[in-house]
């Protein structure tokens, strides 16, 4: 247990140094890791497909889906930092990665009642926890600054949604790999598992926050 968890924390601080570094530079660099990030959970997608269906026929269907929709990721995440700044999405990562904190701290530690059939390790508590620690980066900027404090219920209600959608995100993924017969997507991130393993909401997130975003 401590050598995973000296895995994943090794591994998050690498993440991050490259998820920054990509974001901050310019565009085109953000783009790039948008393309690579995607190419590997495409990849990964296309694993548990051939674990769900044998027959290669049947997974046609949900290999080009999963590559318009990763498709749609990449549109999203670049075309957000293009119109809003790099602010903007760091603001919208910070909601998601808080609300996997919360859903995994305050699950392990309070437990109780499962949430759902998908996922054994998901609870209700877990669940809350998610959508209680989505509102930090919100909090946190408004300490910080007073950009948010004119529309600090937009602001509440924007953080819920992404919590929300993370949640389902990852409970999507979970159904794959509950059908799939695995634990993890992949192997490609020490500690964490898979690239779907870790940016599971993300990539559900940000295309259905632009959409939204855009529409309304």
């Keep these: 247990m401590k050598k995973e968890l ?8 690498v993440l991050i140094t490259i998820v920054l570094n990509c974001l901050l530079i310019n565009n085109y660099t953000w783009l790039l890791l948008l393309f690579v990030v995607s190419f590997i959970c495409w990849f ?9 269906w044998k027959r290669k026929i049947k997974i046609i269907f949900p290999i080009i889906l999963s590559f318009i929709f ?11 930092r293009f119109d809003n700044g790099a602010k ?6 910070g909601i998601c990665i808080f609300s ?7 699950g392990k530690s309070i437990g109780g009642k499962k949430l759902t059939k998908i996922s054994p390790n998901k609870t209700i508590s877990g669940s809350l926890g998610s959508f209680l ?4 980066p919100i909090g946190i900027l408004m300490i910080l600054s007073l950009e948010f404090q004119d529309t ?11 919590s929300f959608v993370c949640q389902s995100g990852d409970l999507v993924i979970s159904y794959f790999k509950r059908l799939a017969r695995v634990k993890d997507t992949g192997k490609i991130l020490p500690g964490h598992g898979g690239m779907l393993d870790r940016i599971d909401g993300i990539i559900f997130a940000i295309p259905l926050f632009l959409i939204i975003k855009n529409v309304l």
């Design 44 to 52: 990964e997608f296309i694993n548990l497909f051939k674990r769900i």
């Design 88 to 93: 903007a999405v760091l603001v919208i990562l």
């Design 6 to 13: 000296i895995q994943r924390i090794i591994t998050s601080i």
């Design 70 to 80: 990763l498709c749609l990721f990449v549109y999203a995440g670049y075309k957000f």
């Design 100 to 106: 996997d904190i919360g859903g995994y701290i305050v």
């Design 152 to 162: 600090i219920n937009q602001s509440i209600l924007m953080c819920l949604f992404i």
């Design 133 to 136: 620690f989505s509102l930090f």
